[in-house]
């Protein structure tokens, strides 16, 4: 990212390209360099804002809290209004919080492998087990670093390029430094606890749903069901991808992104 720069503010943000602008949230334990296959692609056509999540990647001393009132008004602070918002996996959570709350003024809202609750319920039978995500927390404080890549494996079962996918995701976690403490569990916590269903019927912008349709994590039926409970949101399957679509299949990924943006107004 030869063009990248960083402001000096709380949360670190990259900026990479130019055109209307587009919001990158990532996922647990990682950080926005994971998602250097769309850099590559969308560059040309927007104005990309890059963000580590608090307490990952360079924002592991940021000193803002990792819960979604917390994440969403740091996002929301340094990103201009009027921008697509897109988050994958926690990332989607932080960013629908940010569009649905209005903390984002923003005029699109993209979930990528994310949906507005993960875990399971009599009313939401698509969600994860509440015990893996238990479990998780559980080992945490023993073996992080064997926590994360339990959870590595997790994101790329099911994939078509299993091995490439988690390759790439090994490479990539702590590219930029370890997380802070407190951060993947707090993080966890999030993603157990959260259930923004009931945000959806009034979320006031476009939305694109982008599924991998062998998600082990967010199970395609669960976003299926979200974007329709969004007045026009628009559902896309990525055959044969995982919970990472972005990294086995960027160019059908930043295509839908692409084609929703221009429909975004």
Known sequence: ??????????????IVGAGPDLVLLH???MHAGVFAPLVDRLSSQFTLHLLDLPGHGRSAGAGVPLDLDAAARAAADVVPGGAIWLGWSLGGLV?????????????????????????????WPAGMDPEVFAGFARHLAADWRGTVDRF????VHGSEHVREEL????????????????????????LAGSD?????????????????????????????????AVPGGRFVEVERAGHAPFLTHADVVADAIADFAADCR
Not at 170 to 185: K, N, W
């Open 1 to 14: 990212m030869a063009d990248a720069h960083a402001r000096s503010v709380s949360l670190h943000h990259d």
């Open 27 to 29: 996922g647990w334990a």
């Open 95 to 123: 960013a629908l919080h940010a569009v649905a709350s209005g903390a984002a003024n923003a005029r699109g809202l993209v979930m990528l492998a994310a949906s507005p609750r993960f875990v399971r319920a009599d009313d």
């Open 152 to 155: 590595l494996a997790l994101e």
């Open 167 to 190: 390759r790439m995701l090994r490479a990539t976690v702590f590219a930029h430094g370890e997380p802070a403490p407190g951060a993947l569990s707090d993080g966890l916590a999030v």
């Open 196 to 228: 923004l269903r009931a945000e959806l019927p009034a979320l006031a912008v476009p939305s694109l749903w982008i599924a991998g349709r062998r998600d082990r994590v967010v199970h395609p039926e669960a976003m299926h069901a979200a974007a329709a």
